[in-house]
């Protein structure tokens, strides 16, 4: 995925008065504070510097994933406002802006005063707070998004039950695709789906997560380094994988797949091995050229994507247990 034209001409120039070598070495800071699991807030960097450094690093990748994940928010009604939870420079807002034209309303609390300043000049016409998104009594949205910004506050399932209160349709939540955070997004799916919220995505069934003890389900957004992003990351590679967990709540039921791919397909010339949850359990599918329909399906299918009943347990396609 790359980012829209505007959204990178505009990066790019709220980046132009940066020194690289200062930009280079502020985005080394930042992913390191993020490799230990630390809050944005408390990156050591001057003012300003930090909300660069994660425009230059993370904007692109965050942006990407949360594309990724609204494809499973319906778009019937479609949601006309957003709540931006932790909003950064209001990468979700924009997100959404482009996945739901029809936004009209978007309220983004975001604390930092750095990032509020650069959000504003993507989303001159927001509302943005300076509020602490756990200290409030949210507003109602009929979206509400909580990105890479739960596992920054001290008590995410509260943070996360009030997120909900506030979703009129819809309750979006992104963290990194880690152990650790997949334990915090795991308590968070069970907590609200006591509360009532009907889980859309990425799970076939709201039962008792399967995945297994020091597994963790998370999925990968493959997205396109700019020029920029390749100098501020000293990145050789064209592209980078954000790696993500994520939840998506809804009001109503929608329809659920009848299994979601969660690891990387493997591909051997005569066999396609799927690591398929179907809600209740995680089975590997092993596909042969047998069934040529089925051997198409397996070979266009990818990580995070539906496995649908039709295809899914063909008489010649051999079934185990993960071994892991
Ligand atoms: C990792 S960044 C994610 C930014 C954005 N959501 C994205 O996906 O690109 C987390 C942001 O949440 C903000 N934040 C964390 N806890 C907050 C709170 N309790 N109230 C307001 N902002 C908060 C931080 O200042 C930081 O800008």
Redesign the pocket.
């Known amino acids: 995925m790359k980012l829209p034209t505007w959204l990178r001409d505009k990066l790019e120039s709220l980046l132009s008065d940066a020194s690289p070598a200062e930009l280079g070495r502020a985005v080394e800071v930042l992913s390191q504070h993020y490799r230990q699991h630390k ?3 408390t990156a050591a960097l001057a003012p300003g510097l930090r909300a660069k450094a ?1 425009l230059a690093t ?2 692109a990748a ?2 990407a994933a ?1 594309r990724n994940v609204l494809q499973h928010v319906p778009s019937e009604p479609p949601p006309t406002s957003v709540l ?6 209001g ?2 807002s924009l997100a959404a802006l482009e996945t739901f034209p029809h936004i009209s309303r978007i309220t983004l ?4 005063a750095d ?1 509020r300043t650069l959000g504003s000049e993507f989303l001159p016409h927001a509302d943005w707070r300076n ?5 409030v009594r949210l507003p109602p949205h009929d979206l509400v998004i909580a ?3 739960l596992g ?2 001290p008590n995410p399932l509260d943070a996360a039950l009030e997120a909900w209160r506030a979703a009129l349709q819809a309750l979006v939540i ?1 963290a990194p695709g880690t152990p650790a955070a997949f334990a915090e997004v795991r308590q968070i799916r069970k907590r609200l789906i006591e509360a009532g919220a009907y889980l859309a995505a990425p799970c076939p069934a709201a039962g008792e997560c399967p995945m297994p003890a020091g597994d963790w389900c998370h999925f990968r957004q493959r997205v396109e380094r700019s020029s920029l992003h390749r100098r501020a990351k000293k990145g050789a590679l064209p592209y980078e994988d954000e790696k993500f967990s994520y939840l998506v709540f809804c009001r109503y039921p929608v329809p659920r797949p009848a299994g979601r791919i969660v690891r990387h397909p493997q591909h051997r010339p005569d066999n396609i091995k799927l690591t398929v949850c179907l809600g209740d359990r995680i089975t590997e599918i092993h596909v042969t050229r047998r069934s040529r329909e089925l051997w198409r399906a397996a070979r266009q299918a990818d990580w995070g994507e539906a496995w649908n009943t039709s295809t899914l347990l063909p008489p010649e396609a051999s079934v185990s247990s993960p071994d892991r």
Do not use: M
């Open positions: 809050p944005t807030q994660y993370r904007f965050t942006f949360i931006d939870l932790g909003a950064g420079p990468t979700a609390f975001e604390r930092d990032f509020d602490d998104f756990t200290q990105a890479w910004s920054e506050t992104l």
